[in-house]
C-alpha cells in the first residue's frame, strides 16, 4: 500500500508526537471523499473539532499546493501551509498535506505536518490514512495523555468525513 510522504524533519518516529489513523469502507471511492477534505470550508460541518476555516491571501476554499489557511483544532489556532497537493487520478493515490503551526514561545508553539492519503482498492474499496507528525512542548504532553487525543480526534474526523461521504453519495443517486 501507498504510505504518507514525510519531510526529513518531521519523520515519525524523530519527533516529539505522531499519530496514525486509517479506515479502509466500502461502497465508496476516493472521488467521493476527495471533494470533502480539499474543500476546507467543510470541515466543520463533519468534525467538531475543526472551527473558523479561512484562507489567506485569497485563495480557498479549496485548498491548492501553497495555499495559506487557518482554522482551529484542538484548542490551537493553527496557521497552515499546504505542502503537497495532489488531486485523484487513476493509478495514483490523493494526497494532501500542510504544515501547520501554532504560534507561542517554547512553552507553547506547536508544529506538525498533517498529511492525507485517499486510495481506490479493489473491490470497490477506499483506503483513508491519514497522519500526523508534531514537535513542540504541546506534542510532548499530548504524546503522554491518555486516552490519546490526537489519535481520537483524528479517528472523529475519518468517522465524520466518511459519513459526509456517504450522505453525499446517497444524494447524488
Same mark, same amino acid.
Given at each position: 500500500?501507498n504510505?504518507? +510522504?514525510?519531510?526529513? =524533519? /518531521?519523520?515519525?518516529?524523530?519527533?516529539?508526537?505522531f499519530c *496514525?489513523?486509517?479506515?479502509?469502507?466500502?461502497?465508496? @471511492?476516493?472521488?467521493?471523499?476527495?471533494?470533502?477534505? /480539499?474543500? &476546507?470550508t467543510?470541515?466543520? *460541518?463533519?468534525?467538531?473539532? @475543526?472551527a473558523? %476555516?479561512?484562507?489567506?491571501?485569497?485563495?480557498?476554499?479549496?485548498? @491548492? !499546493?501553497? !495555499?495559506?489557511? /487557518?482554522f482551529?483544532?484542538?484548542?490551537?489556532?493553527?496557521?497552515?501551509? %499546504?505542502?503537497? /497537493?495532489?488531486?485523484p487520478a &487513476?493509478?495514483?493515490? #490523493? $494526497?494532501?498535506?500542510?504544515?501547520?503551526?501554532?504560534?507561542? =514561545?517554547?512553552? @507553547?508553539?506547536?508544529?506538525?505536518i498533517? #498529511?492525507?492519503?485517499i486510495?481506490? +482498492?479493489?473491490g470497490?474499496?477506499? $483506503?483513508?490514512l491519514?497522519?500526523? *507528525?508534531?514537535?513542540g512542548?504541546? &506534542?510532548?504532553?499530548? !504524546?503522554?495523555? $491518555?486516552?490519546?487525543?490526537?489519535?481520537?480526534?483524528?479517528?472523529?474526523?475519518?468517522?465524520?468525513?466518511?459519513? !459526509?461521504? $456517504?450522505? &453525499?453519495k446517497? #444524494?447524488r443517486?
Amino acid at each position: 500500500m501507498n504510505e504518507i +510522504l514525510w519531510p526529513d =524533519d /518531521y519523520l515519525p518516529g524523530t519527533t516529539d508526537n505522531f499519530c *496514525s489513523n486509517e479506515v479502509i469502507v466500502a461502497g465508496l @471511492s476516493t472521488d467521493d471523499v476527495w471533494p470533502l477534505l /480539499y474543500n &476546507a470550508t467543510v470541515w466543520p *460541518s463533519y468534525y467538531s473539532n @475543526s472551527a473558523d %476555516v479561512g484562507f489567506h491571501d485569497g485563495p480557498g476554499p479549496e485548498l @491548492s !499546493a501553497g !495555499a495559506r489557511f /487557518y482554522f482551529k483544532t484542538f484548542g490551537f489556532p493553527v496557521q497552515a501551509k %499546504v505542502t503537497e /497537493y495532489v488531486p485523484p487520478a &487513476a493509478g495514483q493515490p #490523493a $494526497r494532501v498535506a500542510w504544515h501547520g503551526w501554532a504560534e507561542g =514561545d517554547e512553552q @507553547s508553539r506547536l508544529d506538525v505536518i498533517h #498529511a492525507w492519503l485517499i486510495e481506490d +482498492l479493489s473491490g470497490g474499496r477506499v $483506503r483513508v490514512l491519514t497522519q500526523e *507528525s508534531q514537535k513542540g512542548k504541546p &506534542a510532548v504532553e499530548l !504524546a503522554k495523555t $491518555r486516552p490519546n487525543p490526537m489519535i481520537n480526534g483524528h479517528q472523529d474526523w475519518l468517522d465524520g468525513l466518511i459519513d !459526509a461521504a $456517504r450522505k &453525499a453519495k446517497g #444524494a447524488r443517486q
